[in-house]
């Protein structure tokens, strides 16, 4: 990615786009190296082409990769969630080697390609079990609604987790920085796009439940062995604006009984 682009590829930003994008590189000789959303495209002087998604051709893609690794597949599939910047033209890369090399690259730990994807595989996954802990669901007329704001889409990697956990539920799971919503229902688990989601306001139930909640939290907290730089080990404050136990109050609760400071009981 040093200097400038002599051919840049334009698609959609899906995984299924992205293997397009591979199908095309062989179909036409041709290395990109730059791939640019299409939405995002402000116009270049040097040569682009906007590669259409193509269901066909990303089976193909998919089907190929897999056959020679697994692993090669989970870690492009993954890598296409993390937060690393230029994580498409990496994965990009990771498949054209995978074709060529096959399973040995990953034995390349320090292969440019291999090794800043493995460490944003790595924060991605680490930040997923995280978020098995820190989603706080709030009772809606017949949903259970949580929001969140990670940095990498986490959303796929946590799904069957919270599907396994209430498999009888219907929830959903607002991802705020992507503008993705992970839904469930009996049998069913969706991921799908939405660019909003309004909180509905809690029941006077939920309310109180949500109070109990803030109080149990204090009461279990031992204020002499408080260590605020502990807690933001395990609990970053990035996770909290969501989490019951570090929300204000609300209206008509009596704010004594609620958690002072972190508050996390550690």
């Keep these: 990615m040093e200097g400038q682009p002599t051919m ?8 299924d786009g992205l293997l397009c994008c591979v199908f095309a590189s062989y179909l036409y000789r041709e290395t990109p190296d730059q791939l640019v959303v299409e939405e995002d495209f402000a116009g270049s002087l040097f040569p682009s082409r906007y590669i259409p998604t193509d269901l066909r051709r990303a089976g193909r893609v998919s089907r190929g990769l897999a056959a020679r690794s697994p692993r090669l597949f989970e870690l492009a599939w993954e890598g296409m969630a ?25 034995g390349q730990l320090t292969h440019p390609v291999v090794h800043q994807l493995g460490q944003g595989v790595t924060a991605l996954r680490r930040e997923a ?47 705020q920085t992507h503008q993705t919503v992970l839904v469930h229902r009996p049998g069913e688990t969706r991921l799908m796009a939405a660019q909003l989601l309004e909180a509905p306001s809690p029941s006077p139930q939920e ?40 929300s204000p109050p609300g209206p008509g609760t009596d704010a004594q009984a609620l958690p002072a400071g972190d508050g996390t009981g550690r």
Excluded at 133 to 141: K, N, S
Excluded at 144 to 168: E, M, N, T, W
């Design 8 to 15: 840049i590829y334009r698609y959609d930003g899906s995984f």
């Design 82 to 106: 993390t937060a690393l910047p230029h994580r498409d033209l990496l994965v990009f890369q990771l498949i054209r080697l995978a074709f060529s090399q096959g399973e040995k690259i990953l």
């Design 129 to 175: 079990h995280l978020y098995t802990g820190f989603v706080r669901f709030t009772q809606a007329p017949g949903v259970l609604v949580a929001q969140i704001a990670p940095k990498g889409q986490v959303l796929g990697l946590i799904a069957s987790h919270f599907a396994g956990r209430y498999p009888d539920e219907t929830f959903l799971i607002f991802d």
């Design 207 to 246: 309310a109180q439940y949500q109070q109990m909640w803030r109080a149990y939290c204090q009461a279990v907290s031992i204020q002499s062995r408080k260590n605020p730089r502990c807690q933001m080990t395990h609990l970053p404050k990035r996770y909290r604006p969501f989490m019951t136990e570090f």
